[in-house]
């Protein structure tokens, strides 16, 4: 290998590198010569405008190189485009442990969740869900620093699983988030969920956003679906419940309600927008009465339920019953009669079909329950278009308070 080595590099003779000379120096005469004709017409002076114009072409290059690095990801970003570590470093502060006896049926049991610290008209105070709080004693608050104070309820309100705080401890205790508008949150956006899951404080964790406009079950909500909620893929667990969900840029877009039993990755948040629109009332008056009432019981259309009610539109939410009295009662709205199986499912047709409210397409009875939530308040009307004996025709209905959650 050596020699073989050696013969490579004596193949190289003088007459070659006596060539390779010859050509450089050439090559630089033409080079010398071409910037001399180019610089040969400048006028006296000109030296002085070169240097200024390297000077310029200097300066453009550093800020050229300071703009590449500030869009530039840093170590910690992500795949999704986040930086957890920043995230973290910037909200956990804010996020705390909330703790006290719950009063049951059966007996009483410690009950632990999350909560964050927001601000209100220059006071500060904690937001968490209504069922952590729920017919709990002597509740304490705990912030991450391992500092304890004793809390009280300022509001609720079961239909949002919303709950306001407060936290009798100093000024210097207090973190508060920024709570910014979940109107513009797209599905596969990244998100962060700070909480404390089976007590574990300050534990995160961080995915996407899966879908938007759920609607889940609550017991304590009575009947009613808590609408309009965010459903997310960061893994979430018992003790998350109440702690924020953060955008990218550690701002609060919902709060931590539930998740699916046995899931992997699956958890739901109500939304900022609701936090934003319930606040107010939940600290001055203690309750939230805007949510809008319809009465009426619904089911998602399909192609098999379409061709049993007459209709081709597979889309929109079947009317299964109305509340006698109820404001969908009031305007004429009806009902199905005849109980039917489908795909193992019961379902009651003959009734109306909803399709829009306000120019709104409804696709499915989520729909119908995000838009109540989002856009309807009680005392105003709804135009709600409806198929009925294949027919498409609208009706105006007046929006109702809702009665209470165990009523």
């Given at each position: 290998?050596?020699?073989?080595?050696?013969?490579?590099?004596?193949?190289?003779?003088?007459?070659?590198?006596?060539?390779?000379?010859?050509?450089?120096?050439?090559?630089?005469?033409?080079?010398?010569?071409?910037?001399?004709?180019?610089?040969?017409?400048?006028?006296?002076?000109?030296?002085?405008?070169?240097?200024?114009?390297?000077?310029?072409l200097?300066?453009?290059?550093?800020?050229?190189?300071?703009?590449?690095?500030?869009?530039?990801?840093?170590?910690?970003?992500?795949?999704?485009?986040?930086?957890?570590?920043?995230?973290?470093?910037?909200?956990?502060?804010?996020?705390?442990?909330?703790?006290?006896?719950?009063?049951?049926?059966f007996?009483?049991?410690?009950?632990?969740g999350?909560?964050?610290?927001?601000?209100?008209?220059?006071?500060?105070?904690?937001?968490?869900?209504?069922?952590?709080?729920?017919?709990?004693t002597?509740?304490?608050?705990?912030?991450?620093?391992?500092?304890?104070?004793?809390?009280?309820?300022?509001?609720?309100?079961?239909?949002?699983?919303?709950?306001?705080?407060?936290?009798?401890?100093?000024?210097?205790?207090?973190?508060?988030?920024?709570?910014?508008?979940?109107?513009?949150?797209?599905?596969?956006?990244?998100?962060?969920?700070?909480?404390?899951?089976f007590?574990?404080?300050?534990?995160?964790t961080?995915?996407?956003?899966?879908?938007?406009?759920?609607?889940?079950?609550?017991?304590?909500?009575?009947?009613?679906?808590?609408?309009?909620?965010?459903?997310?893929?960061a893994?979430?667990?018992?003790?998350?419940?109440?702690g924020?969900?953060?955008?990218?840029?550690?701002?609060?877009?919902?709060?931590?309600?539930?998740?699916?039993?046995?899931?992997?990755?699956?958890?739901?948040?109500?939304?900022?927008?609701?936090?934003?629109?319930?606040?107010?009332s939940?600290?001055?008056?203690?309750?939230?009465?805007?949510?809008?009432?319809?009465?009426?019981?619904?089911?998602?259309m399909?192609?098999?339920?379409?061709?049993?009610q007459?209709?081709?539109?597979?889309?929109?939410?079947?009317?299964?019953?109305?509340?006698?009295?109820?404001?969908?009662?009031?305007?004429?709205?009806?009902?199905?009669?005849?109980?039917?199986?489908?795909?193992?499912?019961?379902?009651?047709?003959?009734?109306?079909?909803?399709?829009?409210?306000?120019?709104?397409?409804?696709i499915?009875?989520?729909?119908?329950?995000?838009?109540?939530?989002?856009?309807?308040?009680?005392?105003?009307?709804?135009?709600?278009?409806?198929?009925?004996?294949?027919?498409?025709?609208?009706?105006?209905?007046?929006?109702?308070?809702?009665?209470?959650?165990?009523?």
């Amino acid at each position: 290998m050596t020699k073989h080595g050696l013969k490579l590099r004596k193949g190289i003779s003088k007459s070659y590198w006596g060539f390779l000379v010859i050509a450089v120096v050439l090559s630089s005469l033409v080079t010398y010569s071409a910037v001399a004709i180019t610089l040969t017409p400048a006028p006296t002076g000109s030296s002085q405008q070169l240097q200024s114009l390297v000077n310029a072409l200097q300066a453009q290059n550093s800020q050229l190189r300071s703009q590449l690095a500030s869009l530039s990801p840093g170590k910690n970003t992500t795949a999704l485009g986040i930086d957890p570590v920043a995230i973290y470093s910037q909200d956990s502060v804010s996020v705390v442990t909330v703790e006290g006896v719950q009063v049951g049926v059966f007996g009483n049991s410690s009950i632990l969740g999350s909560g964050f610290v927001t601000d209100f008209q220059g006071s500060h105070y904690v937001v968490t869900n209504y069922h952590v709080v729920a017919n709990v004693t002597d509740m304490t608050v705990s912030f991450s620093n391992g500092d304890a104070y004793l809390a009280s309820v300022v509001g609720t309100d079961s239909y949002s699983d919303l709950a306001v705080i407060r936290v009798n401890a100093p000024s210097s205790e207090f973190h508060p988030l920024q709570i910014v508008s979940s109107s513009t949150l797209q599905v596969g956006q990244p998100v962060v969920a700070i909480g404390n899951p089976f007590g574990l404080s300050g534990s995160m964790t961080f995915g996407i956003i899966s879908q938007l406009g759920r609607t889940i079950s609550e017991s304590l909500a009575g009947n009613f679906p808590i609408a309009d909620v965010i459903q997310f893929s960061a893994p979430i667990n018992p003790g998350n419940s109440g702690g924020p969900l953060l955008s990218g840029n550690g701002t609060v877009v919902g709060i931590t309600t539930a998740t699916v039993q046995s899931s992997q990755g699956l958890g739901f948040a109500i939304p900022s927008d609701t936090i934003l629109k319930e606040l107010p009332s939940l600290v001055t008056v203690g309750s939230y009465q805007g949510h809008a009432y319809v009465g009426v019981s619904t089911a998602d259309m399909n192609y098999q339920l379409a061709r049993l009610q007459g209709t081709n539109v597979t889309y929109g939410a079947l009317v299964e019953s109305v509340v006698a009295g109820g404001p969908a009662d009031k305007a004429g709205l009806k009902a199905g009669s005849n109980t039917v199986t489908v795909q193992s499912s019961q379902y009651v047709v003959g009734g109306d079909v909803i399709i829009a409210v306000n120019g709104t397409k409804i696709i499915n009875t989520d729909a119908l329950s995000s838009y109540l939530q989002e856009f309807a308040l009680p005392g105003q009307t709804g135009v709600f278009q409806i198929i009925r004996n294949g027919q498409v025709m609208t009706l105006n209905i007046v929006y109702g308070t809702r009665p209470s959650a165990s009523g």
